[in-house]
């Protein structure tokens, strides 16, 4: 759930910086992707997140899991998915 609260926090502070022309806002919106997910790899799972190793993939994982949560193929909740 943490992570689909900071890619939406993403993708809303993205769309956000061009509409209201205050693109240094940009600079804040890895921060608030990155940092929820990251509280629920430390806090939560107690495991170190894939993006200080691939921190590509796993931006593009984030938004796979994203776009798969909104469509229905994924759950919010962990024990669902884990069968």
């Known amino acids: 759930m943490l992570h689909f609260i900071g890619t939406s926090l993403f993708i809303f502070i993205f769309f956000g910086s061009f ?3 205050e693109v240094t806002v940009l600079l804040f919106s890895p ?3 990155y940092g929820f997910a ?3 790899h430390f806090f939560f799972e107690k495991n170190k ?3 200080f190793q691939y921190p590509f993939y796993s ?3 984030d938004f796979i ?3 798969e949560i909104l469509s229905g193929k994924e759950s919010f909740d962990a ?3 884990k069968l």
Request: no cysteine; aromatic share 20%; glycine share 4%.
């Open 19 to 21: 509409i209201f022309h």
């Open 31 to 33: 921060i608030l992707a």
């Open 38 to 40: 990251w509280i629920g």
């Open 49 to 51: 997140p894939a993006t």
């Open 59 to 61: 931006l593009a994982a």
């Open 65 to 67: 899991l994203y776009f």
């Open 79 to 81: 024990k669902q998915n």
